[in-house]
């Protein structure tokens, strides 16, 4: 059964910073898209950062200059860095990886940002 599982969620304050991990077993995510959502209470699941196979990576606007999403192909695990965290990006996050007709998510990982 493939897993991703995503950890490095916690409380932290404002202006902090953390590194949420998603490692997969029983795929290989080298070929595949890889996607960074968060959902934050009474809220829709949004699109935060995604990095294509080829290591390219996008942010929407919110995170852009705060947010960095990587790849380790040879641990088969996707990172995203949270920097200068807000209480705005107080949500669950969610790893998401694609590859043609294949679409795989995490269980969420929380991250709470609070004063």
């Known amino acids: 059964q493939v897993q991703l599982v995503e950890s490095g969620g916690g409380l932290v304050q404002p202006g902090e910073s953390l590194r949420l991990s998603c490692t997969a077993s029983?795929?290989?995510?080298?070929?595949?898209?890889l996607y960074w959502y968060r959902q934050a209470p009474g809220k829709q699941r949004e699109l935060v950062a995604e990095?294509?196979?080829?290591?390219?990576?996008n942010y929407t606007s919110l995170v852009r200059g705060r947010f960095t999403v990587s790849r380790d192909n040879a641990k088969n695990t996707v990172y995203l860095h949270l920097n200068n965290l807000k209480p705005e990006d107080t949500a669950v996050y969610y790893c998401n990886a694609r590859f043609g007709r294949f679409d795989h998510w995490g269980q969420g990982t929380q991250v709470t940002v609070s004063s």
């Open positions: 029983k795929i290989i995510l080298s070929i595949y898209n």
């Open positions: 990095i294509t196979s080829g290591s390219s990576g």
